[in-house]
């Protein structure tokens, strides 16, 4: 074990306001740029969590939030030439309004449901599955008891996170858009930040007479025969095409999607101020802690330089201390953080952590304590020998 290790185990006390320091910074950073991730992927979760190897999308349109996204209908039938390609599905969401229902009785009529009054009232968005087995809509993560129970018609399924908001719990009737409907299922992990939202069959949406008939759809979600192959399949689709669409591998859309929360300038701009900020709390805590830590320990360097160790050594030891300062404060900045997300998850608030963005935080921390160690070096001049004779 080296000599800065050492000294970090034995004497952490010393050390723990600069981790503690390097740990809020991160968790700041990475709590921020999350939530933002976060938002976009509670958008998107239906259809990245689908079994869906290719969606194809209206030429132009860079991810499945920048706008209108949908295709013209008659090109189902063109994707399914594919000789690959086994099922196309579009991905299709509805809208309206979902009303408890306090005292449902089964023998009123349509206008004395329609008089009722719940205790709650709000606007949802609906997600249209398709219940068949197997079928490309249907979220990987679904059950099968709860893909059968919303294959019986005019039944919902709602995320535990939005029962509160709704004013409903598994079993209860309620009103969307005017029709009867029963909370068959709870969904646990897609809550919705900006809205409540359902999901149902797209049978049930049918009977309700609101389901998808024009002549343009959502984006087609496409299942191929070998996914190993779904570049080529979906490079081929584009060929085929002819700049009447785009297809996505599922991996391509859920980084276009991720992406597009940082191109709007305000988010930019809030991200930057909060990087900013870590970034002075991290060097000033750090730096005046790895200081100290150093002056405390100040005869025992100068006894390393009695014994004739060098300057250049010493630095080095300073240095390498600093870096495992920062190994543990990258630690403790995921770790607060998985904290936090959890406890924002059980409060319908998604933050996501891809690994790429917890390598560049915990990069940044550990260059931020190696820098404050730098900045500390200036210290060790007051190592001399001499001073252990006084």
């Excluded at 068959?184 to 149902?200: K, N």
Aim: aromatic content about 6%.
């Amino acid at each position: 074990m080296s000599l800065a290790l050492a000294t970090l185990i034995y004497e952490w006390r010393r050390y723990m306001a600069a981790v503690m320091a390097l740990a809020l910074s991160g968790l700041l950073v990475l709590a921020m740029t999350g939530v933002f991730i976060g938002i976009g992927q509670s958008f998107t979760a239906q259809v990245e969590r689908s079994a869906a190897d290719i969606i194809v999308m209206r030429p132009g349109v860079s991810n499945m939030m920048s706008g209108p996204s949908g295709v013209a209908r008659r090109f189902i039938p063109l994707v399914y030439n594919h000789p690959d390609v086994v099922e196309v599905q579009s991905f299709y969401t509805s809208g309206g309004t979902f009303q408890s229902v306090k005292d449902y009785n089964p023998t009123m009529s349509a206008a004395e449901r329609a008089r009722l009054k719940g205790p709650k009232q709000n606007f949802v968005m609906a997600t249209i599955i398709d219940t068949r087995p197997g079928s490309v809509t249907i979220p990987t993560d679904y059950s099968r008891e709860l893909v059968d129970a919303l294959r019986q018609p005019y039944t919902i399924a709602v995320d535990e996170t939005s029962l509160r908001t709704l004013g409903v719990k598994l079993g209860d009737k309620a009103l969307y858009n005017g029709q009867t409907v029963t909370v068959a299922g709870i969904l646990r992990g897609y809550p919705s930040m900006m809205q409540p939202m359902i999901v149902m069959s797209r049978d049930s949406l049918r009977m309700m007479g609101q389901g998808d008939s024009g002549p343009r759809t959502g984006p087609l979600m496409v299942k191929i025969r070998n996914p190993a192959d779904t570049e080529r399949v979906a490079t081929q689709l584009n060929a085929m095409g002819k700049g009447q669409w785009k297809a996505w591998t599922r991996q391509q859309l859920a980084e276009a999607n991720a992406g597009a929360m940082f191109e709007e300038g305000i988010l930019v701009i809030i991200i930057g101020g909060c990087v900013v900020l870590g970034i002075i709390i991290g060097v000033a805590i750090t730096w005046q802690t790895l200081r100290g830590a150093i002056m405390a320990n100040i005869k025992e360097f100068a006894s390393l330089r009695a014994l004739g160790v060098g300057m250049p050594s010493l630095r080095r030891i300073v240095v390498e201390l600093s870096f495992w300062v920062g190994c543990v404060g990258v630690a403790a900045a995921i770790g607060l953080t998985w904290l936090v997300k959890l406890f924002a998850a059980a409060n319908a608030v998604i933050i996501g952590l891809p690994v790429a963005l917890l390598a560049v935080v915990g990069v940044g921390l550990i260059l931020i304590a190696v820098g404050s160690g730098m900045l500390s070096l200036g210290v060790l001049k007051n190592s001399q020998p001499a001073d252990l004779l006084r």
